[in-house]
């Protein structure tokens, strides 16, 4: 299986609970065209089957690196186990819920061998599926050619970063030295993709791949939707990582991109009845500029701890059931 003319590609799977999927998401990495891959699989103390049938796979594909964390690290940590002895050049993060198109790997190496040693990131577009396998839509809109329509940013992408949420990430192969550089994931924070857009893409460069090469699950219970959960750790991690882009900015458009984003945290630290928190990022935001009458109306409303949350969750839940019916909507409502 091995081709030492191809550089390895290190596959780290972090999986909790996936019983349902995991058997078609260690299909497709071991279905795949390329012939160079460690696979690297953290099981981070799953409460179901998926366990065993990891363990079942690996009797047929011996190669399968197996962690078995008796509790759970959360991701940040459990793809920290995996990046340790990642010996690849590249690496993916892979949830134990998503699926690889047979030539995701293959692609995605061809274009990094490609680009020059200041790239870190190469990602693709996305199909998204339900539970089921149902389709539901891609992440960037295609014509009928497969092909993205309008520009998804490419090259120096910190500012897009700042912006919003743009990029679909069990699409992204990294450059291991980039990660191993960076420390790996922030393991104080709930989530890892924020933060590391943000830490990397202030130094290197991004590489649209306009192909669609990654299945990504949408599930109810996913952190776009646990963000609404008061006490989840989402909000204080993104209030984290705005300190740390607030260090990392090197000019006025960046600050005012971080302030938008800032300003968008307060609203949904309002909806999660975050109200604390809200006060925090007013503080982060009038280090950059005055806040403005409408997000000192969202901040009032915080300190008066308005209870909006369960409104907002019905209102949000409903969406995801127009969603998931089919119906042509903006699917990114979180972030």
């Not at 990131?121 to 992440?139: M, T």
């Not at 699409?171 to 994931?185: E, F, Q, W």
């Not at 109810?220 to 705005?242: H, R």
């Amino acid at each position: 299986m091995e081709d030492r003319k191809q550089p390895l590609v290190s596959v780290i799977l972090t999986t909790y609970n996936h019983e349902r999927f995991i058997g078609e998401c260690l299909s497709a990495v071991f279905a795949q065209d390329y012939p160079n891959i460690q696979l690297i699989v953290i099981d981070n103390a799953s409460a179901d089957n998926t366990l065993n049938l990891i363990e079942a796979a690996r009797e047929i594909h011996p190669e399968l690196t197996l962690i078995r964390n008796v509790f759970n690290k959360g991701l940040c940590k459990a793809f920290n186990q995996g990046l340790a002895i990642a010996e690849g050049k590249y690496v993916i993060d892979l949830s134990g819920d998503d699926v690889f198109f047979p030539n995701r790997i293959s692609s995605q190496v061809a274009a990094f061998e490609s680009c020059s040693e200041d790239y870190a990131v190469v990602f693709s577009n996305a199909r998204y599926i339900d539970v089921d396998g149902k389709h539901l839509q891609y992440h960037f809109q295609i014509d009928a050619e497969g092909k993205a329509i309008g520009t998804v940013p490419s090259g120096d992408v910190y500012k897009r970063v700042l912006e919003k949420y743009f990029i679909c990430t069990p699409t992204m192969m990294m450059r291991t030295s980039v990660l191993k550089h960076l420390g790996g994931y922030d393991e104080s924070l709930a989530f890892e993709d924020f933060d590391f857009w943000i830490r990397s893409a202030s130094a290197y460069k991004y590489y649209y791949l306009d192909e669609i090469l990654t299945s990504k699950r949408d599930v109810p219970n996913s952190l776009k939707f646990q963000i609404l959960e008061k006490g989840s750790g989402i909000l204080d991690s993104c209030y984290t990582v705005c300190n740390k882009a607030y260090d990392l900015n090197r000019d006025q458009e960046e600050f005012d991109l971080l302030a938008n984003r800032i300003r968008s945290f307060i609203r949904k630290c309002l909806y999660a009845q975050e109200f604390d928190l809200a006060l925090k990022f007013r503080k982060l935001l009038n280090y950059i500029e005055n806040p403005g009458w409408k997000t000192e109306m969202i901040v009032f409303l915080c300190r008066l701890h308005i209870p909006v949350n369960s409104l907002y969750r019905f209102y949000i839940n409903n969406i995801y059931k127009l969603i998931t019916s089919g119906k042509d909507l903006a699917f990114d409502i979180v972030h």
